[in-house]
């Protein structure tokens, strides 16, 4: 499953490469790092931005399952999960790689953005699916990792990007997560929801009870 994904990846990186702008004025060596920055940045407000979102709904789906949140508690956590999702999935999907880059800088930028770009849309896949009984628990985790493999290949590439421009030494080491946030829990509690919706109700596993 993961080397599908990968594979999806890479062929619409190549697709993109192919595609890309290289008549433009070629940029300084600040204009590159300053590109490769702010990128950098924008990726790691969308990384906090993510997982705060799925702490706060992981926090309130274990409160749910023990009955110390109620079902419009778990909804609104929910909803501001799934929004959440949907917005950094549309705001990634408004990024746009200058084509006055160097090729090498431009070629990992695309294939970071497109890695991202996989991530969150899965992501905000499994955020509407989080609750619906048509998904069990495991096939919601396997959104999620799938969604983290992708997640990890973007933060690689990134980095070298990063490293490629100077903003990074091999020092530094190359972290596998953006910002100061890791990765959303590729294991978020849906098997929480699946007991805690059965608990006190005869609710079907994955619905959220009153």
Same mark, same amino acid.
């Given at each position: 499953?993961?080397?599908?994904?990968?594979?999806?990846?890479?062929?619409?990186?190549?697709?993109?490469?192919?595609?890309?702008?290289?008549?433009?004025?070629?940029?300084?060596?600040?204009?590159?790092?300053?590109?490769?920055?702010?990128?950098?940045?924008?990726?790691?407000?969308?990384?906090?931005?993510?997982?705060? %979102? /799925?702490?706060?709904?992981?926090? !309130? $789906?274990?409160?749910? #399952?023990?009955?110390?949140?109620?079902?419009?508690?778990?909804? *609104?956590?929910?909803?501001?999960?799934?929004?959440?999702?949907?917005?950094?999935?549309?705001?990634?999907?408004?990024?746009?790689?200058?084509? %006055? /880059?160097?090729?090498?800088?431009? !070629? $990992?930028?695309?294939? #970071?953005?497109?890695?991202?770009?996989?991530?969150?849309?899965? *992501?905000?896949?499994?955020?509407?699916?989080?609750?619906?009984?048509?998904?069990?628990?495991?096939?919601?985790?396997?959104?999620?990792?799938?969604?983290?493999?992708?997640?990890?290949?973007?933060?690689?590439?990134?980095?070298?990007?990063?490293?490629?421009?100077?903003?990074?030494?091999?020092?530094?080491?190359?972290?596998?997560?953006?910002?100061?946030?890791?990765?959303?829990?590729?294991?978020?509690?849906?098997?929480?929801?699946?007991?805690?919706?059965?608990?006190?109700?005869?609710?079907?596993?994955?619905?959220?009870?009153?």
């Amino acid at each position: 499953m993961r080397q599908a994904l990968l594979a999806g990846v890479l062929f619409a990186v190549l697709v993109l490469s192919a595609c890309g702008n290289n008549s433009a004025e070629p940029a300084s060596h600040e204009e590159v790092q300053n590109t490769v920055l702010n990128f950098y940045n924008e990726m790691s407000k969308f990384d906090e931005m993510g997982k705060t %979102s /799925l702490e706060n709904f992981n926090a !309130t $789906l274990t409160s749910y #399952s023990t009955g110390q949140a109620t079902g419009k508690e778990l909804q *609104k956590a929910l909803d501001q999960f799934q929004n959440t999702a949907s917005e950094i999935s549309d705001q990634v999907s408004g990024i746009k790689i200058s084509g %006055s /880059l160097p090729d090498t800088i431009e !070629t $990992l930028l695309r294939e #970071s953005f497109i890695a991202f770009k996989s991530a969150y849309d899965l *992501k905000e896949q499994a955020s509407k699916s989080a609750v619906s009984p048509d998904v069990t628990a495991e096939e919601f985790n396997a959104m999620n990792q799938q969604a983290d493999v992708a997640m990890l290949y973007g933060i690689s590439k990134l980095n070298e990007a990063r490293l490629e421009v100077g903003l990074i030494t091999s020092e530094d080491g190359l972290q596998t997560s953006v910002g100061t946030g890791t990765e959303a829990d590729a294991g978020t509690k849906k098997d929480a929801a699946d007991a805690g919706s059965n608990t006190g109700s005869e609710s079907a596993p994955g619905t959220i009870a009153d």
